[in-house]
């Protein structure tokens, strides 16, 4: 009888790599057996229930469709905390993670007041709600769906976020200030989808993906002028980026009157990250 690797391999070679392979065995029985260590290669298809092997092939057969892992689990980790996501959120990344860890490691303020804007999964105001004691977290989205997501892993992490419906780009009623503001906002150029997997064009949400090509920093520009307007003196704001546009947001940041602008590059030496302050 056929093990269940031997099984997975042959369904799957072709469509992907052997080593994104044995992370989808690893999470399979992970998600079908309960069992977070199994060793596929001594497991055998005939050892498992009938609902088990409908529930394995199902994954599998949506997986040979391109759709992302995670949403098929409809589950995450992101810097070492549980996530739930769904079709409504994008798949937080480790990009991601690296601006997180930036922000924790500049934060020098006491029951700092933050605010993240478009916050997707909650992926960034979770965190930084349970890495920061007494951090007072907002987080805006304009999707219902999104908030609703981000709010059950705020639950999830035993975290208090408060969560509102927002849309940046929009005028709005006089907000309160904060300490720290940060946005991985909608940075995609229409234009790059041609390069793009479709593991990601055709599941990921495109309005938190892609902006036009002829105003691709509308989203820097809008959330720069409120920031200026709503940090504390000595607040800081954090992009993620496009990596295209790095020097275009460090000159409209400085333009915008925000001071000690900080250019980072991520761990794959791309430009990923700016800082910016207002004094």
Not at 62 to 67: G, I, M, Q, T
Not at 128 to 137: E, N, R, S, W
Request: proline share 6%; glycine share 4%; aromatic share 8%.
């Amino acid at each position: 009888m056929q093990h269940l690797s031997e099984y997975i391999l042959s369904e799957l070679t072709g469509f992907y790599p052997p080593e994104d392979i044995r992370v989808f065995k690893k999470y399979i029985l992970q998600k079908t057996a309960g069992t977070p260590v199994i060793d596929p290669s001594g497991c055998k298809i005939s050892n498992l229930s009938d609902s088990t092997i409908r529930e394995i092939a199902d994954i599998i057969e949506r997986l040979k469709n391109y759709e992302p892992l995670q949403y098929i689990l409809g589950e995450t980790e992101f810097y070492g905390l549980p996530f739930q996501v769904t079709r409504s959120v994008l798949i937080p990344r480790p990009e991601t993670e690296e601006l997180v860890e930036w922000i924790l490691s500049e934060n020098r303020k006491t029951n700092p007041s933050i605010l993240d804007i478009g916050t997707g999964s909650g992926c960034i105001a979770v965190t930084l709600a349970k890495q920061i004691p007494g951090a007072k977290v907002t987080a805006w989205d304009l999707s219902k769906d999104a908030l609703a997501t981000a709010s059950e892993n705020a639950r999830r992490n035993n975290v208090e976020v408060e969560f509102a419906e927002r849309n940046v780009l929009l005028p709005a009623d006089k907000t309160p200030t904060f300490d720290i503001i940060v946005s991985n906002p909608p940075y995609v150029a229409e234009s790059e989808k041609a390069g793009m997997d479709r593991v990601v064009l055709d599941y990921e949400p495109h309005t938190a993906l892609f902006v036009p090509d002829n105003d691709a920093l509308i989203f820097y520009r809008s959330i720069a002028d409120m920031a200026f307007r709503q940090l504390n003196p000595e607040g800081r704001l954090y992009f993620e980026i496009n990596r295209a546009k790095g020097k275009e947001i460090v000159a409209l940041l400085k333009d915008k009157g925000f001071e000690n602008v900080v250019l980072k590059k991520d761990i794959s030496r791309n430009d990923r990250m700016i800082r910016a302050e207002k004094t």
